[in-house]
């Protein structure tokens, strides 16, 4: 709990501390799926300090446990988090494989949010490709789960990342709607991308002063 709240306090250094005492006690008392969820808390610490590396090993090491165990949602999770570790390694299509092997999983075992991330880290992915097309069939089949379990920052998301691939395909005025619909959703929600989006929509419908 204690690497927890400091992980959210944005301190991953101590967050670590914390997570590697819990790590020593769960083996000592051979607590297998408790091993497995520090594995991966201390995977995403290390990603955010920028040892992506580093969060490699700490997911690969949770993937053995969760498989071990029968965990099929941490194991899509854990995939979800290798593939984005790898993109950031400036490796897209391994990260490819791995958020593909995690969206199997979720509509295995019909976890939406699971299915949601695989897909959007797969747009995300896809567009760093400079494969437009691809990524807008993923963030398509995104904005269709989130609408149904009514996240709403997702749907945002979605249709934000959406709109950045019609506007380089030339579908000027389709990418100016989705981001405009992108931007009434963060400002319900009242998220700080709501900022981004206006700043996007201002240089999109004034290209000249851009």
Request: with cysteine; glycine share 8%; net charge negative.
């Amino acid at each position: 709990s204690l690497g927890a709240a400091y992980a959210q306090l944005g301190e991953p250094r101590r967050a670590i501390q914390c997570l590697e005492q819990q790590l020593v006690t769960t083996r000592e008392i051979g607590n297998r799926p408790d091993e497995g969820t520090v594995m991966g808390s201390l995977g995403l610490a290390y990603y955010r300090l920028g040892e992506t590396s580093r969060a490699i090993e700490m997911y690969e090491q949770q993937l053995v446990i969760v498989r071990e165990i029968g965990n099929r949602q941490d194991e899509g999770n854990a995939m979800n988090n290798l593939g984005l570790a790898y993109a950031d390694l400036g490796e897209p299509h391994r990260a490819i494989e791995y958020h593909e092997q995690a969206l199997v999983i979720a509509r295995e075992i019909d976890d939406q949010e699971g299915e949601s991330d695989a897909l959007g880290n797969l747009g995300l992915t896809y567009a760093e490709l400079n494969k437009p097309r691809r990524a807008i069939e993923m963030y398509e089949q995104q904005l269709v789960i989130v609408r149904e379990i009514s996240d709403q920052e997702g749907e945002s998301d979605a249709l934000f990342n959406m709109s950045d691939e019609l506007y380089k395909l030339g579908q000027q005025d389709e990418a100016i709607a989705m981001m405009e619909a992108a931007l009434a959703v963060y400002e319900q929600i009242e998220s700080p991308d709501a900022a981004a989006a206006r700043q996007q929509l201002t240089a999109w419908r004034n290209p000249a002063s851009a």
